[in-house]
């Protein structure tokens, strides 16, 4: 099994494939927001606000694989920098990224 890779590429972080799905949520959550509170330059044109309900937001399942698990990283981050969400917002959204099963986990 693999790792779970931080999906910045030039980041070393890593976290075990065994790391519980609503531990890792949060680590990778708290790892970016620490370590990578803004990777994507702000560009001018970007001033418009995109709504979170524009992008489509990436689901992750409880029974995912190490390799499920890196891609919706990425997405995630993505997502993220795509709605611009901030504090709360982030926790909300990340919540519904996961499937019943694993939000029952929560
Ligand atoms: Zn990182």
Do not use: N
């Not at 702000?42 to 992008?55: C, G, L, Q």
């Not at 499920?68 to 993220?80: G, N």
């Amino acid at each position: 099994m693999t790792d779970i890779r931080c999906p910045v590429p030039q980041c070393d972080i890593s976290w075990p494939s065994t790391t519980a799905p609503e531990v890792l949520l949060r680590l990778l959550d708290m790892h970016e927001r620490t370590a990578h509170p803004s990777t994507t330059p702000t560009t001018a044109s970007m001033t418009t606000r995109v709504k979170a309900e524009k992008v489509k937001r990436p689901v992750v399942s409880v029974s995912g694989t190490s390799e499920e698990w890196t891609y919706f990283a990425q997405r995630w981050f993505e997502y993220k920098q795509a709605t611009r969400l901030t504090g709360e917002d982030i926790i909300f959204q990340l919540l519904e990224c996961c499937d019943e099963a694993l939000r029952a986990r929560t």
